[in-house]
């Protein structure tokens, strides 16, 4: 996870890198460890298909130095009104492992028509709790953000642990 000052630096890069005529404003520039998601406004006028072909060039140009730089792919999208739409972004495999009531759970799920899969019931199952718990994720992550302000903020743990670390502690 990244700190909320390097997902400001982040989305000035993009700021800074793409041409001005492609988005309206930036809205979003969201990150993990694999992908980096950013998202625009686009005029009211425009379709997204308009978008996407008028700002394909300009956005692979982008995403390419983007991808070299932080070692992650880059996905596009835009809000338009009310919508948002994501495109080239990436459906990542997650392993887990999951007690027998937890399988019934999902199981459930796709004999119920939710879910094509327990991989699509799980998806599912991970948007009901992001959609329902949005505050207490954004309190959860604003936490991690002064985790890592501490830790940074710390004593070098190298520097003064290395004579304690040779006594075959490491």
């Not at 694999?34 to 060039?57: D, H, N």
């Not at 990436?90 to 937890?102: G, H, I, N």
Request: net charge negative; charged share 30%.
């Amino acid at each position: 996870m990244i700190t909320a000052e390097q997902s400001e630096q982040l989305r000035a890069w993009f700021a800074e890198r793409l041409p001005v005529d492609v988005f309206e404003s930036l809205v979003s520039v969201t990150v993990d460890r694999e992908e980096i998601t950013v998202v625009g406004t686009i005029p009211a006028t425009e379709s997204v298909k308009e978008f996407r072909e008028r700002t394909r060039e300009q956005r692979i140009e982008v995403a390419r130095e983007a991808e070299e730089l932080y070692r992650r792919k880059v996905a596009w999208g835009v809000q338009a009104g009310t919508e948002r739409h994501l495109f080239t972004h990436l459906a990542v495999p997650v392993m887990t492992r999951l007690r027998q009531s937890e399988r019934q759970v999902l199981d459930t799920l796709v004999a119920g028509g939710v879910a094509r899969s327990r991989a699509d019931a799980l998806a599912w199952c991970v948007r009901l709790v992001g959609s329902n718990t949005d505050e207490w994720l954004g309190d959860l992550r604003e936490s991690l953000d002064k985790v890592q302000q501490v830790r940074a903020q710390g004593p070098d743990v190298k520097e003064s642990g290395t004579d304690s670390m040779k006594s075959g502690d490491e």
